[in-house]
């Protein structure tokens, strides 16, 4: 008879123990996002060498119990991988889908407040002058819709620099968010390779770690490699973002188009998804773009009005004026020598009755005229975009969430398990102590009889 036995069952009693407490961890942190269930590896020991022989006189050598060999992290790399993809391509379709609903927004089509309805309203009232050549009432009618129609010009101008205006701080935002993201997992970086050094498994930290990589991905559209270590690379668009302890900064370059930089050395810098490359497009692509469009379907309506409204005599005889004047920006106005003067907007050639150059301004409305297909075309093709961005958005939403239960299938914690796994830990420790407290009896026992 030896110590052997008892130090045998005072290792399982520290074991089941370990088990128990990484279990406890597990119970606690089921609902905290990102906690990834731990498993605590038990491994037999070998037996300290001496040997002993069994009934048939064979040599035996004795176990050395059990010992909890590391605490597990429930982990699996290829759905992180596939996590970040989805992710950065759900940043970006979010972008892309809020940004969509804001420029539809603001067109407000088809409702009496979209430019449409306006439009439609101004060559009604030039059919009605050109019924009505000589009627005041007429005329004045015509500069009220012409007015309305320039007011919803500069309206639907103004709403474009104010998205611009908004996207680039949203890019600028984000560019504040990810430097500080890149720097919080650059210190975890450092705590995790102490924690490691140390000999310790820093989980709580690495789960932490990966959260915050997850944010980066979904801003930047981040790659990541040396996952397990605290000597973590994150890159973005093939650039080092984060090095073991070191964080570097991005910017945004001064002026157009909206580029991203190293801060420190002025790197250029390809963000490759996320909302970060969304708002860059909307940016430096797809507000220019449209609002290029509308310019030109503005510009090329008021100049047919302009025309067609020189071409005749006003109610003095005199020729036609401009209708609209512009400023330097391209909005358009209606001309303050018609506004002084309602006799100075021209219905037809000066002879009496005439109101043909009314109906042919009323005409570029109509739906074989030149006047507003092209922005019927626009406000399809924002409609058509709008609603692309809204179905890949839902579609990327829906393959993130499968990804994401894949996930907690396999790394987040079910209770049900745990509760199962505490009471057999909790049996198993019970066991241990009813061993060692036999050893104890028995040794007591010899040392009593024998004298020692």
């Not at 996930?407 to 914690?413: D, F, T």
């Amino acid at each position: 008879m030896s110590f052997f036995g008892i130090n045998m069952a005072s290792r399982a009693l520290q074991a089941d123990q370990r088990a128990l407490e990484v279990t406890g961890q597990n119970i606690t942190n089921a609902n905290v996002p990102g906690y990834s269930r731990q498993v605590a590896v038990l491994t037999s020991i070998s037996g300290p060498g001496a040997m002993t022989l069994d009934e048939a006189g064979s040599a035996v050598a004795p176990g050395g119990g059990v010992d909890v060999a590391v605490v597990q992290r429930t982990h699996a790399a290829w759905l992180d991988q596939a996590a970040g993809q989805l992710t950065a391509q759900s940043g970006q379709a979010t972008i892309d889908d809020q940004s969509a609903q804001q420029l539809e927004g603001l067109l407000a089509e088809p409702t009496d407040a979209g430019l449409a309805a306006t439009m439609d309203r101004f060559m009604a009232a030039f059919g009605n002058l050109a019924n009505h050549p000589e009627d005041a009432a007429a005329r004045d009618g015509v500069l009220h819709a012409g007015e309305e129609m320039a007011n919803r010009y500069q309206q639907l101008n103004q709403g474009l620099d104010s998205l611009h205006q908004g996207m680039a701080a949203q890019a600028q935002g984000s560019v504040t968010a990810i430097n500080d993201l890149a720097k919080q997992v650059a210190s975890l970086d450092g705590q995790i390779s102490q924690a490691q050094a140390a000999g310790a498994t820093p989980n709580e930290l690495l789960d932490q770690r990966d959260q915050l990589v997850q944010q980066l991905t979904q801003k930047a559209g981040v790659t990541v490699s040396g996952q397990q270590g605290g000597d973590l690379i994150v890159s973005v668009g093939g650039v080092a973002l984060v090095q073991g302890q070191q964080a570097q900064a991005l910017a945004l370059a001064p002026g157009r188009p909206l580029s991203v930089v190293m801060a420190g050395t002025g790197q250029s810098v390809t963000v490759p998804g996320g909302e970060l490359r969304a708002q860059q497009d909307w940016v430096n692509t797809t507000l220019p773009g449209y609002r290029s469009r509308l310019g030109a379907f503005r510009d090329s309506l008021t100049a047919a009005v302009n025309t067609l409204h020189q071409s005749g005599r006003d109610a003095t005889g005199a020729v036609g004026q401009p209708f609209f004047v512009t400023d330097a920006g391209g909005n358009p106005a209606v001309n303050p020598a018609l506004l002084a003067d309602s006799r100075k907007v021209v219905a037809g050639d000066g002879t009496a009755g005439s109101g043909s150059v009314a109906l042919a301004i009323a005409d570029l409305g109509a739906p074989s005229g030149k006047g507003l297909s092209p922005y019927h075309q626009w406000v399809a093709d924002i409609g058509a975009q709008a609603a692309d961005s809204r179905q890949q958005s839902a579609q990327t939403q829906a393959s993130l969430q499968q990804i994401q239960a894949a996930q907690s299938s396999e790394s987040g914690v079910n209770l049900d398990e745990e509760l199962a796994q505490m009471v057999s830990l909790q049996q198993a420790y019970s066991a241990s102590a009813r061993l060692l407290s036999t050893y104890n009896t028995l040794l007591t026992t010899l040392i009593q009889q024998t004298g020692v």
